[in-house]
């Protein structure tokens, strides 16, 4: 995977969702990435922000940025996309795990690990 299929400018960041009946869902940003480099396509990794805490129930979207910069998301359309979405999240989240224990913390990109956001 390159660094180039990965855009940390939303990790660690809150965004808002509102769902079917309405509610708002506080979800925090885990990753925005791009599975396959020849393809612009984005999706973005979220989890919700619960009272105890985030929550480990990850939900994935189509993701674009509007004109003035804010975030917008879409549902993915298919069972084949959601399938190779997934399996690049799950080979994304894998190294940084392999990172993290390599480094003894943080997310593997150098940053200190006591003030870690999961920048990367």
Do not use: W
């Amino acid at each position: 995977m390159k660094s180039e299929q990965i855009y940390p400018t939303y990790a660690g960041r809150t965004l808002t969702l509102i769902g079917e009946d309405d509610r708002e869902i506080q979800c925090q940003v885990l990753v925005v990435f791009r599975p396959k480099e020849d393809e612009e396509q984005r999706y973005i990794a979220l989890l919700e922000i619960k009272e105890h805490g985030v929550s480990n129930d990850l939900m994935i979207y189509r993701f674009f940025e509007e004109e003035d910069g804010a975030p917008s998301l879409e549902p993915i359309q298919t069972d084949v996309e959601y399938t190779d979405v997934a399996n690049f999240l799950g080979q994304y989240l894998d190294e940084m795990e392999a990172a993290k224990a390599a480094s003894g913390g943080g997310c593997g990109c150098g940053c200190d690990p006591s003030g870690c956001s999961g920048c990367h």
